[in-house]
Nanobody, 126 residues
Framework: QVQLVESGGGLVQAGESLRLSCAAS????????MDWYRQAPGKQREFIATITHDYKTNYADFVKGRFTISRDNAKHTVYLQMNSLKPEDTAVYYC????????????????????WGQGTQVTVSS
């Protein structure tokens, strides 16, 4: 199985910045796109940003101009740089990675995977 570990969350004041990381591990053959979501207490999980293998990005409107998604393909890691944080950004942030898993010498075609991390808490005080 492909596993994801998020890190970088914490407590900051409004206007400050955080950089989240999500590292994927396992029998990764390739990674297609990597995404960030967040979920505040009592609310549905919402999409933040996505980045493809060739670095094309898309963002939710509420974070455009403040958040930047990036990836390091060699490290199988996706990042979310969050600037100008607001109290309403307080949530648990999750990464989602989709790709193919397999090993060298495999006899079967690579199999698609869709993995989620456990989340990292971001709290922004006013």
């Amino acid at each position: 199985q492909v596993q994801l570990v998020e890190s970088g969350g914490g407590l900051v004041q409004a206007g400050e910045s955080l950089r989240l990381s999500c590292a994927a591990s396992g029998n990764i053959f390739s990674i297609n796109h990597m995404d960030w979501y967040r979920q505040a207490p009592g609310k549905q999980r919402e999409f933040i940003a996505t980045i493809t293998h060739d670095y094309k990005t898309n963002y939710a409107d509420f974070v455009k101009g403040r958040f930047t998604i990036s990836r390091d393909n060699a490290k199988h890691t996706v990042y979310l740089q969050m600037n100008s944080l607001k109290p309403e950004d307080t949530a648990v942030y999750y990464c989602n990675v989709l790709g193919e898993e397999g090993v060298a010498g495999m006899l079967r075609p690579p199999q698609r995977f869709d993995s989620w991390g456990q989340g990292t808490q971001v709290t922004v005080s006013s």
